[in-house]
Every structure is written in C-alpha cells, then in structure tokens.
Antibody
Framework: QVHLVQSGAEVKKPGASVKVSCKAS????????ISWVRQAPGQGLEWLGW????????YYAQKLQGRGTMTTDTSTSTAYMELRGLSSDDTAVYYC??????????????WGQGTLVAVSS | QSALTQPASVSGSPGQSITISCTGT?????????VSWYQQHPGKAPKLIIY???KRPSGVSNRFSGSTSGNTASLTISGLQTEDEADYYC??????????FGTGTKVTVL
C-alpha cells in the first residue's frame, strides 16, 4: 500500500533554513507528482507548491516564491522541501501528499504524517 | 489570493444530513470542475473524500457527496455518524498550477 513517511520535527531559529523529507513507498514514485501543504497551529490548510517527479517542474505558492525549493530523488523515492529565511509565521505542520496523477491540477490522494517545524528564538 | 470561504462550524444529529458550503470566485471554484474535499480528524493528516466536484475515491463512503453551483461548492454528508465528526476543507484549482484551500469547517455530531 501507499505510504509517505516524513522526517522528524525540527526547531529552528529565525532566519535559518529547514529541509523536510518525504519517502514514498508502495507505488511507482515517478508516475505521480508530489505537493506540499502546511497547517499552522489551530489554523487551516495552506497549499505551498507542486513538483513533477517525472521532469522536476515545480510550481510554488506566491508567498513561497524565492524562499522555497522542492526537489525529488528518484533513486530513493524521496521528495524534499527546503524553506529558507524562516520566521515565526512559518511555524506549522508541513505535509507532503501524492497527487492523483502527474498533473498539477490533480487532487491529493495520499498524505504523509506531517512534520512539525517550529521557529523560535 | 484569499482562502475559499466555509462556515466555521456545522452540526447535526446522528442520521441527519448536513451540507457544508465553500464559496470562491470565478477565478477558482466558478471556473474549474476541480474542487476536492478533505476530512481531517484531530492530530491526523487530511484524507481525500471528494475530487473533481463529485467523484469519490475508492473506499470512501457514498454518504459523502459533492456538487457545485456557480462560485459555490458543497459537500453533503448524509446519515451522519459519530465518526464523521472532524474538520472538513474544500480545495479548488485556481489556475496557473496553483490551488487554494477553504477556511475549514468543524463538523459536530450532537
């Protein structure tokens, strides 16, 4: 069965960077794309961006432009999201999710367990 | 880009039907039949329950159904059960390969 297993919680200082990983199993990694979503404490879901595993094309939410980078490593079936210049507003649980297919417009059918990123001085 | 608007909370008794609305604009909900709905229990990851407005993934109960009218999408839960108590989020494709989520609705089973 499909599993997405994310890396553990992180505590970072303002201005630092964080890189969250998402290891996929149970399906052909390159046949589906990956999206990232975050959820601040007690808040709703926020779409962050999308990456095609097949060709590495990425699309980011406007507020992530220039600060975020999404990548994949097909040799290990792992997706990564790096966020730079962290501020307290970035404190959230970050989720990776598999898209139903390789189109950026497709919904998210399987989700990772989430990774808490806490930004505090 | 503002979040899609959902009611903060909706409640119902077991066995009843409830409907959650999700209001967007003609740049998202009104332009694409690409609305999905997610169920999230406390401390858990979201789960896809409706996609492309009306489709249900394999294994999702047929008590969940979706629809749209103009710039508003709706999720109906019929035969409400205690396990349906959760947060629900709509999400719409918004063009230029971006997505936008709703503000979320807390469903309480009385």
């Amino acid at each position: 069965q499909v599993h997405l297993v994310q890396s553990g919680a992180e505590v970072k200082k303002p201005g630092a960077s964080v890189k969250v990983s998402c290891k996929a199993s149970g399906y052909t990694f390159s046949s589906y794309s990956i999206s990232w979503v975050r959820q601040a404490p007690g808040q709703g879901l926020e779409w962050l961006g999308w990456i095609s595993v097949q060709n590495g094309v990425t699309y980011y939410a406007q507020k992530l432009q220039g600060r975020g980078t999404m990548t994949t490593d097909t040799s290990t079936s792992t997706a990564y999201m790096e966020l730079r210049g962290l501020s307290s507003d970035d404190t959230a649980v970050y989720y990776c999710a598999r898209n139903l297919n390789d189109f950026s417009a497709s919904p998210l059918d399987f989700w990772g367990q989430g990774t808490l990123v806490a930004v505090s001085s | 880009q503002s979040a899609l608007t959902q009611p903060a909370s909706v409640s119902g008794s077991p066995g009843q039907s409830i409907t959650i609305s999700c209001t967007g604009t003609n740049n998202d909900v009104g332009s694409y039949n690409l609305v999905s709905w997610y169920q999230q229990h406390p401390g858990k990851a979201p789960k896809l329950i409706i996609y492309e407005v009306i489709k249900r993934p394999s294994g999702v109960s047929n008590r969940f159904s979706g629809s749209t009218s103009g710039n508003t999408a709706s999720l109906t839960i019929s035969g409400l059960q205690t396990e349906d108590e959760a947060d629900y989020y709509c999400c719409s494709y918004a063009g230029s390969s971006t997505h936008i989520f709703g503000t979320g609705t807390k469903v309480t089973v009385l």
